[in-house]
């Protein structure tokens, strides 16, 4: 049987598509679409943005709206201040168990922050972490709204569809900077 042209390109470029996507390297514990995406080697959060930005090779590959510390302006000086941090760290471990729907720590308090918040003798603070949404329904309720308030304590909140893709996209360690 003789096909129209334009069927048999569209068979030819369903067959290459099939064929691309079963040549791509099965990886234990990825979804398919993680396999399918660049590797993520440099995360930068603009704060007056309110914006997360994923590279790969210097090339934007994912953004993310972001919710921060209820007192976003300013970088974190000691704990408690509910800011979120400014400056290079490094995303470092990832934790599955969590309070709040995945959670990847930041390296915050580095040598500097230490050494500033020892100067001012106040504690510089800790476990900064980028995360979703609260685990706790009566906590989501507070936050339900999406792109959400400025609510954390510090931290860097996504929802919770971009955290299980910024989660399958990043393999720790991978630097992060946050800008005012």
Known sequence: MIRPPH??????????????????????????AARLTSRVDRVLVLKARHEMLLYSEQRIVARYAVGLGSAPVGAKQRAGDNRTPEG?????????????????????????????????????GGAIMVHGQPNDPRERAAVRAYPFPDWTNGCIALSNADMADLWARIEVPVPIEIRP
């Open 88 to 124: 290079s760290y490094v995303l470092d471990y990832k934790k599955a168990a969590s309070a709040y729907f995945r959670a990847i720590h930041v390296s915050y308090p580095d040598a500097a922050d230490v050494a500033r918040a020892r100067r001012a003798g106040v504690p510089p």
């Open 7 to 32: 069927v048999a390109i569209a068979f030819a470029a369903v067959l290459f598509a099939t064929l691309a996507v079963a040549a791509v390297p099965s990886t234990p514990g990825r979804s398919p």
